[in-house]
T-cell receptor, first 111, second 115 residues
């Protein structure tokens, strides 16, 4: 079936460094790509999203890039801080009416 | 306050004892969905609903039922729970589904243990 692959599964960075998480998707008709952050014991919350008519979107320290040809998109976090430590999920719209999530990336920011 | 409310938040039950997890949203959202979260598997969709009386299977619907009789409520029913349904369940809603889908608002989660 249609799926979304997310890498890496865990990522440790030093405070102040950048972090990059990558996802690939299989449905060429996918048009919506959100990223969710889930802190320990909390619900997932949207941090940034991008639609297929845009190649890049930024919001302060976070950015998302989309390569439709290669069917992959990435989350970039610059100047990481301890409060960025969480699980991050990418997702892609599949067949127009489903949102399929990646398996998640545990990000640890070491101070 | 705009929110998605799930109940119960925690439940321990036994195999075969029917249970319902309720979900309610107060944002007049058309789209609602149930996910289960298991370690290493991310969030997998169980069922979703595009609007009242319109429901469809997600990726892991076996052993679950849903209904959408009213716009605000989307209960998840486990007719005969089994231990492999032990999981963390999230209900979520968004203004619209389909090609105009947008931000999903999640409930706080319901941790279910089936013994």
């Amino acid at each position: 079936g249609e799926n979304v692959e997310q890498h890496p599964s865990t990522l440790s960075v030093q405070e102040g460094d950048s972090a990059v998480i990558k996802c690939t998707y299989s449905d060429s008709a996918s048009n919506y790509f959100p990223w969710y952050k889930q802190e320990l014991g909390k619900r997932p919350q949207l941090i940034i999203d991008i639609r297929s008519n845009v190649g890049e979107k930024k919001d302060q320290r976070i950015a998302v890039t989309l390569n439709k040809t290669a069917k992959h998109f990435s989350l970039h976090i610059t100047e990481t801080q301890p409060e960025d430590s969480a699980v991050y999920f990418c997702a892609a719209s599949i067949r127009g009416n489903k949102l399929v999530f990646g398996a998640g990336t545990i990000l640890r920011v070491k101070s | 306050e705009a929110q998605v409310t799930q109940n119960p938040r925690y439940l321990i039950t036994v195999t075969g004892k029917k249970l319902t997890v309720t979900c309610s949203q107060n944002m007049n959202h058309e789209y609602m969905s149930w996910y289960r979260q298991d370690p290493g598997l991310g969030l997998r969709q169980i069922y979703y609903s595009m609007n009242v009386e319109v429901t469809d299977k997600g990726d892991v619907p076996e052993g679950y039922k849903v209904s959408r009789k009213e716009k605000r409520n989307f209960p998840l029913i486990l007719e005969s729970p089994s231990p492999n349904q032990t999981s963390l369940y999230f209900c979520a809603s968004s203004l619209m589904g389909g090609r105009n889908t947008g931000e999903l608002f999640f409930g706080e989660g319901s941790r279910l243990t089936v013994l």
